[in-house]
């Protein structure tokens, strides 16, 4: 089984920069593909980025291409999430994510999911 643990969630002010990191635990880490989704205040659920089990491939939603940075430790079992140029819209309960399978964006491919941390970005 594994958990997934995310911290680093805050309120920060329109144009600064955020780490978020997550912490697994189980086996096997670096056979998992991991990513980051995303749940703005009444809206849906939305993929932000995800990696492949090496991290030698990176991939993200288009309102966070060019600001946001996914990466992932397999020694320490740990993926984050470099977040700069803040803006309001990013405002939002990030979640860290792993699947056995690729998945990309789709949120039901993901078999597991953190208890998220929330990101507020003021103006």
């Known amino acids: 089984q594994v958990q997934l643990t995310e911290y680093g969630g805050g309120l920060v002010q329109a144009g600064a920069s955020l780490r978020l990191s997550c912490a697994a635990s189980g086996p096997a880490f670096g056979t998992l593909i991991v990513g980051w989704f995303r749940q703005a205040p009444g809206k849906e659920r939305e993929f932000v980025a995800t990696?492949?089990?090496?991290?030698?491939?990176?991939y993200y939603a288009d309102p966070v291409k060019g600001r946001f940075t996914i990466s992932r430790d397999n020694a320490k079992n740990m993926v984050y999430l470099q977040m700069n140029s803040l803006n309001t819209e990013d405002t939002a309960v990030y979640f860290c994510v792993a699947a056995r399978t690729w998945s990309l964006s789709r949120a039901d491919g993901y078999e597991y999911w953190g208890q998220g941390t929330r990101v507020t970005v003021s103006s």
């Open positions: 990696t492949t089990r090496s991290g030698g491939s990176t």
